[in-house]
């Protein structure tokens, strides 16, 4: 395969790196992913995250696994192995059977090849047309909010929720926007807010809790998150904790924005109740680890409620951006999804 290379993938010599995104922000590491293990691994460790990277990272390995002279049975147990690695995020599903349809071809390996490299292409295209079409809904002088991270370390372009941010700060209509950590792993807090500095777009950092009390003093003019699933009916899953941030919009008539592209919806799922959601380690919420160690601050013995995401019904989003364009609750409502 050619030598590529995203904000977080990186492909050279035949070997997958990926960039351990429980380092940042304090080092910039790539590691080894050549194997399924060793991708799954990352995936569950959330060094690899992000719906559309987890879908790119596991179609680009078994383009790389195809190469190296896995037969098609071998490659089909990864294939399938991989599928499983996160039940919420539907890209992953969404790529793996496009890969799935490369891989019954009868030339198969430069089929899956091609398939892999066309998701990383399109996907960059679907993010830039998000950034297009979002950033058409930013008023000069916002302030936004945004939740968990939505930038280039979870996808192979700009971003979907933070690709948007970008375009409009390059546009001059972006004041502030105000990080939510986003707790447990604190993706908000590590990585949008070095994205953010990165890019140069003027941000500050605030625990999850205080969103509500920014809302009331009228700081917040849009919420932007992105999506791990969308329903037929709209319902979004997105990282848990953006649920209370669209009904605190809702309560405040703040507008609240999903951005993804389209490989996010997910057709046979008909609304949000029907989307699984993980389940994570009890470690996550009981303390903190990473490249700066681990800290233990809640009993050895604490019982722990720890879901990765949650479902935002359609009844509380103003619209969503998708590469298509903006799609508005009453499509939505007519059967946009369906």
């Known amino acids: 395969m050619q030598t ?19 380092a940042l922000p304090q080092a910039s590491r790539w590691l080894d992913a050549n194997s399924v293990e060793a991708l799954v691994g990352h995936i569950h460790a959330l060094r690899v995250r992000g719906a559309p990277l987890i879908g790119l990272s596991a179609s680009l390995l078994l383009a790389l696994l195809a190469e190296r ?24 599903m969404n790529n793996l059977d496009r ?10 390996v430069p089929a899956l090849v091609a398939e892999a490299l066309r998701l990383i292409e399109e996907d960059k295209q679907l993010c830039e047309r998000i950034a297009i079409a979002g950033s058409q809904l930013v008023k000069p002088g916002s302030r936004l909010l945004t939740h968990c991270n939505t930038g280039g370390l979870a996808t192979a372009g700009v971003g979907t929720a933070l690709g948007v941010i970008n375009f409009a700060h390059q546009q001059g ?36 809790s205080m969103a509500a009390s920014l809302m009331a003093k009228g700081q917040v003019d849009a919420v ?16 848990i904790g953006t649920y209370s941030l669209a009904v605190l919009a809702k309560f405040h008539g703040i507008p609240f924005y ?10 046979n799922c008909p609304n949000g109740e029907a989307i699984p959601i993980e389940q994570r380690a009890a470690a996550e919420v009981t303390g903190v680890a990473g490249s700066f160690g681990e800290v233990q601050w809640a009993p050895e013995n604490a019982r722990v409620y720890n879901p ?26 007519a059967g946009k999804f369906a």
């Open 258 to 267: 999903v951005a993804a592209p389209q490989t996010t919806l997910d057709p």
């Open 4 to 22: 590529l290379q995203t904000t977080s993938l990186w492909v050279r010599d035949n070997q997958l790196f990926i960039l351990d995104q429980q």
């Open 173 to 208: 209509n972006v004041a502030n926007v105000w990080v939510d950590e986003t707790r447990p792993l604190l993706q908000g807090g590590r990585l949008t807010a070095w994205e953010l500095g990165e890019l140069g777009v003027p941000y500050q950092l605030i625990t999850d």
């Open 308 to 333: 990765a995401f949650d479902v935002t019904p359609a009844a509380l989003i103003s619209g969503w951006v998708l590469d298509i364009g903006v799609v508005t609750p009453e499509e939505v409502a």
């Open 224 to 239: 932007w998150v992105g999506a791990d699933r969308i329903a037929t009916n709209g319902d979004v899953a997105n990282k």
């Open 69 to 92: 002279g896995l037969n098609r049975d071998a490659l089909l147990n990864a294939l399938e192995t991989l599928r499983a690695s996160r039940p919420t995020a539907v890209n992953l």
């Open 99 to 108: 890969m799935k349809l490369a891989l019954a071809q009868e030339d198969f």
